[in-house]
């Protein structure tokens, strides 16, 4: 029987390689993504060899109610990753609402409410799995972030939250916190910053996307079964 997963972000860096990871595992996906139309087509190429189903979804989550654009279009479903993001640098002085209020709407609104919209299918079926990736930046926040670390660390309230909330339901809820990982997101910084950002970590180098997507895996695998309410750092030892 095949299970079907649905990933948020799924034309992004880390999104991407969570789609390749899970299809290689037999699952079928709903990918969502807003604006990378030619990232989503590539992505399809590359899963079409391995006999899911792929089902691409666009919406715009930076709008409050983006997540209308997605939940109709879901129907058999055993899990949800939460990967849209996207960041936001600058001084707090400087922040314009507008830009606010749409971070605020990629990381937390459309999420809950996506969540609160498909919530109903995992409890008629007594099991579901749905996982966040957060970031470092919303464990310990950082200068120059400071509304996108206010995002990131709702969204790790939310899992806490939401896990007690389900946990009866056979419903398993859990984050993943990457740090400085090597994607597309990293490419306003210059190569002396990355080198600087890399002597920072213990391990001494950026993640890799695929280090995200095997944890992703792990959390949705049975090896997993007692874990819920937690939050997975995959940092390379920079924040403990």
Known sequence: MKKFVLITGASGGIGQAVA????????????HYNKNDQSIRGLLDKLRPLGGEYIPIQANLADSGGYKSIAPHIFSLD?????????QYGLLVDLQQEDAVALMNVHVVNP?????????????????NIIVITSIWGQTGASCEVAYSAAKGAQIAFVKALSKEVALNGIRVNAIAPGAVATPMMESFTPEEVEQISFEIPMGRLGLPEEIAGSVAF???????YI??????INGGWYT
């Open 20 to 31: 390749i990871n899970l299809a290689q595992k037999g699952y079928s996906l709903y990918l």
């Open 219 to 225: 959390l949705l695998s049975d090896d997993s079964s």
């Open 112 to 128: 809950l409410m996506l969540t609160k919209e498909l919530l109903p299918k995992f409890l008629r079926k007594g099991s579901g």
């Open 228 to 233: 819920t309410g937690q939050v997975l750092g």
């Open 79 to 87: 899990a949800i990753i939460h990967c849209s993001g996207n960041s």
